[in-house]
């Protein structure tokens, strides 16, 4: 039998144990939380921040600060746990993969773009994201929400979401021409209502100013795509977490022609208008019937210019196909973005190049930690030339003036130059949007507010 005493003795032993476990992790909580608080007011000063699309949304209620979701994110540096709570650090690089979600075990979480009524960048959509105007839809990318993944899902459940009952117009009765609906872009969401559209047995057709692939064909060759699984309706599953960008697009060109869609390229999109229960389209190649209408594009629209002397030449140019293709080159990319990163690394990895990188800004805003790392150790080394707080000025045959910030102070700087690769973003297609007449966040005045159904939060 033991003695009371020895009980007493070793519960006072577990008691102190316990305590000293106590105070060395509020120590420790204590100083992880500086540290994120730290890193907090530095993305603020970066302007990194702030969400640009879809991002984690806490319940600080439900939250219980275990870290699972810090974790499951690809993404570095989105979240940090601050006084047992998780919050958002840097929250522009969240490109929403929702990982974050499916880790946290008490669903604190939710992906979505927040409230959008104040967002003047983001169409207002229902849950099935129809527009402001009946019958027409917006999915994918267009509608603020990025990744592949993504794009599918919505462009799938758009199709699913169609009314059925909806009764052709008598003057639709007798024109054979009138389709059940048509989709405008080519890329994973186009393809995929393609696919729902052609599963439910829906008269539809599909148009593209371009080729099928959207944005994804625009990358540089051989690039990473991440996707993650996905479901295509009549496919079925693809659990490719990652393809490159060859393979993404021979998958579209596959499913494309085996399932026989009604994709036709080439064909652009100018106008819509609704006369009764029928949109009349207007495209580059006539006019087009139907009773809905899902706007699939993507959100860069036309690439952005500079709008300096001697951008109209030849060496100008928007996107790097092929890096290998250029050698013994003297180059400029302007831009601070992840494709301005990963164009200047490529062209820098190519023999005899001289490369130099443009920035406007003090420190870059949204990039992914494996092209920032990648970029200062290139930069570091001598591979390429770094310029922050410059701004192209003059485009010439055989070289270029930058304008540099240094202290306060303007400077001008003519640099040779063979070839200009600008990414300054794209021009969104928001002013078609508007005369298509589709409302944005911050449209509605305080007397005529947005239906409730509209402004979606997930």
């Given at each position: 039998?033991?003695?009371?005493?020895?009980?007493?003795?070793?519960?006072?032993?577990?008691?102190?144990?316990?305590?000293?476990?106590?105070?060395?992790?509020?120590?420790?909580?204590?100083?992880?939380?500086?540290?994120?608080?730290?890193?907090?007011?530095?993305?603020?000063?970066?302007?990194?921040?702030?969400?640009?699309?879809?991002?984690?949304?806490?319940?600080?209620?439900?939250?219980?600060?275990?870290?699972?979701?810090?974790?499951?994110?690809?993404?570095?540096?989105?979240?940090?746990?601050?006084?047992?709570?998780?919050?958002?650090?840097?929250?522009?690089?969240?490109?929403?993969?929702?990982?974050?979600?499916?880790?946290?075990?008490?669903?604190?979480?939710?992906?979505?773009?927040?409230?959008?009524?104040?967002?003047?960048?983001?169409?207002?959509?229902?849950?099935?994201?129809?527009?402001?105007?009946?019958?027409?839809?917006?999915?994918?990318?267009?509608?603020?929400?990025?990744?592949?993944?993504?794009?599918?899902?919505?462009?799938?459940?758009?199709?699913?979401?169609?009314?059925?009952?909806?009764?052709?117009?008598?003057?639709?009765?007798?024109?054979?021409?009138?389709?059940?609906?048509?989709?405008?872009?080519?890329?994973?969401?186009?393809?995929?209502?393609?696919?729902?559209?052609?599963?439910?047995?829906?008269?539809?057709?599909?148009?593209?100013?371009?080729?099928?692939?959207?944005?994804?064909?625009?990358?540089?060759?051989?690039?990473?795509?991440?996707?993650?699984?996905?479901?295509?309706?009549?496919?079925?599953?693809?659990?490719?977490?990652?393809?490159?960008?060859?393979?993404?697009?021979?998958?579209?060109?596959?499913?494309?022609?085996?399932?026989?869609?009604?994709?036709?390229?080439?064909?652009?999109?100018?106008?819509?208008?609704?006369?009764?229960?029928?949109?009349?389209?207007?495209?580059?190649?006539?006019?087009?019937?139907?009773?809905?209408?899902?706007?699939?594009?993507?959100?860069?629209?036309?690439?952005?210019?500079?709008?300096?002397?001697?951008?109209?030449?030849?060496?100008?140019?928007?996107?790097?196909?092929?890096?290998?293709?250029?050698?013994?080159?003297?180059?400029?990319?302007?831009?601070?973005?992840?494709?301005?990163?990963?164009?200047?690394?490529?062209?820098?990895?190519?023999?005899?190049?001289?490369?130099?990188?443009?920035?406007?800004?003090?420190?870059?805003?949204?990039?992914?930690?494996?092209?920032?790392?990648?970029?200062?150790?290139?930069?570091?080394?001598?591979?390429?030339?770094?310029?922050?707080?410059?701004?192209?000025?003059?485009?010439?045959?055989?070289?270029?003036?930058?304008?540099?910030?240094?202290?306060?102070?303007?400077?001008?700087?003519?640099?040779?130059?063979?070839?200009?690769?600008?990414?300054?973003?794209?021009?969104?297609?928001?002013?078609?949007?508007?005369?298509?007449?589709?409302?944005?966040?911050?449209?509605?005045?305080?007397?005529?507010?947005?239906?409730?159904?509209?402004?979606?939060t997930t």
């Amino acid at each position: 039998m033991v003695e009371p005493k020895v009980i007493l003795e070793l519960s006072l032993y577990i008691l102190m144990t316990l305590l000293i476990i106590s105070l060395w992790q509020r120590r420790i909580n204590k100083v992880l939380t500086e540290k994120v608080v730290a890193e907090i007011r530095d993305s603020k000063d970066r302007g990194t921040d702030k969400a640009i699309a879809q991002h984690p949304q806490i319940d600080t209620q439900a939250c219980i600060g275990c870290a699972s979701c810090i974790a499951g994110c690809p993404e570095s540096g989105v979240l940090g746990i601050v006084n047992g709570v998780a919050h958002i650090i840097h929250g522009s690089r969240c490109i929403g993969h929702g990982r974050c979600k499916t880790a946290c075990p008490v669903d604190a979480i939710q992906i979505g773009l927040g409230d959008v009524s104040n967002r003047s960048d983001i169409p207002l959509l229902s849950d099935d994201y129809e527009t402001s105007v009946p019958g027409m839809y917006i999915a994918g990318e267009l509608g603020g929400i990025a990744l592949i993944r993504n794009a599918i899902e919505q462009g799938t459940h758009v199709i699913a979401s169609l009314p059925e009952s909806t009764s052709p117009h008598p003057n639709e009765q007798q024109n054979s021409n009138v389709i059940d609906v048509l989709i405008v872009g080519a890329g994973p969401t186009g393809i995929a209502a393609s696919l729902k559209a052609k599963e439910q047995g829906l008269r539809y057709l599909t148009i593209d100013q371009d080729d099928v692939g959207g944005t994804v064909r625009k990358y540089p060759r051989r690039k990473l795509t991440m996707t993650q699984p996905f479901t295509l309706p009549l496919y079925g599953k693809v659990k490719n977490n990652e393809f490159i960008k060859e393979d993404l697009i021979s998958l579209w060109e596959e499913i494309i022609q085996k399932f026989n869609l009604q994709i036709k390229t080439g064909i652009k999109f100018l106008h819509c208008e609704k006369n009764k229960n029928t949109f009349v389209t207007e495209t580059s190649k006539g006019q087009v019937y139907s009773r809905f209408v899902v706007l699939a594009l993507g959100r860069r629209g036309t690439p952005r210019r500079l709008g300096v002397p001697g951008e109209e030449a030849e060496k100008v140019l928007y996107q790097l196909i092929d890096a290998a293709t250029y050698k013994n080159q003297k180059l400029l990319v302007v831009g601070g973005g992840d494709s301005a990163i990963e164009a200047a690394t490529g062209l820098a990895n190519q023999s005899g190049n001289q490369v130099t990188l443009s920035y406007r800004k003090k420190h870059f805003f949204r990039l992914k930690p494996r092209n920032e790392e990648r970029l200062t150790q290139y930069a570091e080394s001598g591979r390429l030339q770094l310029l922050m707080e410059s701004n192209l000025k003059e485009i010439s045959s055989d070289s270029v003036t930058i304008e540099i910030d240094e202290d306060g102070v303007k400077k001008h700087q003519e640099i040779e130059n063979d070839f200009v690769f600008i990414f300054a973003g794209g021009e969104p297609p928001f002013p078609l949007l508007k005369k298509l007449n589709i409302r944005f966040g911050g449209e509605a005045s305080e007397q005529e507010q947005a239906p409730p159904e509209l402004g979606r939060t997930t």
